[in-house]
């Protein structure tokens, strides 16, 4: 039975399936049906089309090298931490890094250093080990600096490297494809069982308070699914923005360099419930741009609820030393 037919096979309200996880109503979608089914639209075989624009394409958000050759630690032993980062990410002065530390990271890398764009913010951290050993995380914010998956494929296969974590994301940015109890429901028709057993869950709700609810399937270390209302949690309580995550760990599982250059195929191969999710065509720069609206919309609730009388008193301070007769007319002290 497909992943479809279990969807609609279920007639039980969406409460009632869930109470398992939580008793409180589904999650702050009041008068809401679950979400829509994955897979085929009709007996046709025909999918959603995959260039709905709410929908985007699997994005690496999360990768972990290892480059423990003899080939990579004669490369590296000539470069400083910055300079390594740019040959195999491709990232030119886009990520710096600070200074490489004294201090054990991850259990084996003596020296390590912090990774930092051109905002300050911290995007990964790179590893250094007496036996001449790299280890290269990035962060989501790393990641989206990275020009070219293919390059970073054909530097790691080159040097020998292996990966240990990678986070694929598809973000439904309408919530019109997927959304929190979409997968809760799935997970109880049993969508997500492999080898005759259901993977542990956990949902984690806000109790109403629209920050934003949180499914995890899986464990972590191993094979993780999480569904969050990433739009919610940006701050934009009335966002219908979902993104559903996959973490993939080495420790147990076979993670080939293949996955950087064909994500959605490890996506879609990790639970069943994931193998007809179609996929969008939005890449991570128009990703970026969908994502500025719900924060943009929480910095303006916060100005105009916590900070309005605040900063205008600050503005008519300013437009005295200027010598203004009056401040700028759209601004009030409300």
């Not at 790691?156 to 694929?168: K, M």
């Not at 799935?186 to 949902?203: I, K």
């Not at 464990?219 to 996959?246: F, I, M, P, W």
Request: glycine content about 8%; aromatic content about 10%.
């Amino acid at each position: 039975m497909t992943v479809a037919a279990l969807h609609m096979a279920s007639t039980a309200p969406l409460l009632a399936v869930c109470r398992p996880f939580s008793p409180v109503e589904p999650c702050n979608l009041p008068g809401r049906t679950a979400g829509l089914a994955v897979g085929p639209s009709s007996n046709t075989g025909q999918k959603y089309p995959t260039t709905d624009p709410s929908l985007s394409a699997p994005l690496i958000d999360w990768c972990t090298l290892v480059f423990d050759t003899e080939k990579s630690a004669k490369l590296f032993k000539r470069m400083s931490a910055a300079e390594i980062v740019a040959y195999v990410f491709g990232t030119s002065g886009a990520i710096v890094a600070g200074p490489l530390v004294e201090r054990l990271w991850n259990f084996k890398y003596e020296r390590s250093a912090t990774l930092i764009d051109a905002t300050s913010t911290v995007c990964g951290r790179i590893g250094l080990a007496e036996s001449g050993e790299v280890c290269i995380s990035l962060t989501g914010q790393g990641c989206g600096h990275v020009p070219r998956w293919h390059h970073v494929h054909t530097i790691a296969r080159d040097l020998g490297a292996h990966l240990t974590r990678l986070d694929i994301a598809v973000d439904d940015f309408e919530g019109e494809f997927f959304d929190v109890d979409h997968f809760r429901n799935l997970y109880h028709q049993g969508a997500f069982t492999m080898n005759g057993r259901p993977p542990s869950a956990r949902f984690i709700s806000d109790e109403g308070t629209n920050n934003g609810c949180s499914l995890y399937i899986g464990q972590k270390g191993h094979k993780e699914l999480n569904v969050y209302e990433k739009g919610k949690q940006l701050g934009d309580k009335e966002s219908d923005y979902t993104r559903c995550e996959l973490r993939l760990y080495a420790k147990r599982l076979d993670l080939p360099l293949d996955a950087l250059i064909n994500p959605g195929r490890y996506f879609a191969g990790a639970y069943p419930a994931l193998e007809e999710l179609i996929f969008g065509e939005l890449d991570r720069l128009q990703v970026k741009a969908r994502m500025v609206n719900p924060s943009a919309k929480a910095m303006v609730a916060f100005i105009s609820t916590q900070a309005g009388t605040a900063l205008y008193s600050l503005w008519k301070v300013a437009v005295r030393k200027r010598g203004y007769s009056t401040p700028f007319p759209c601004w009030s002290a409300t």
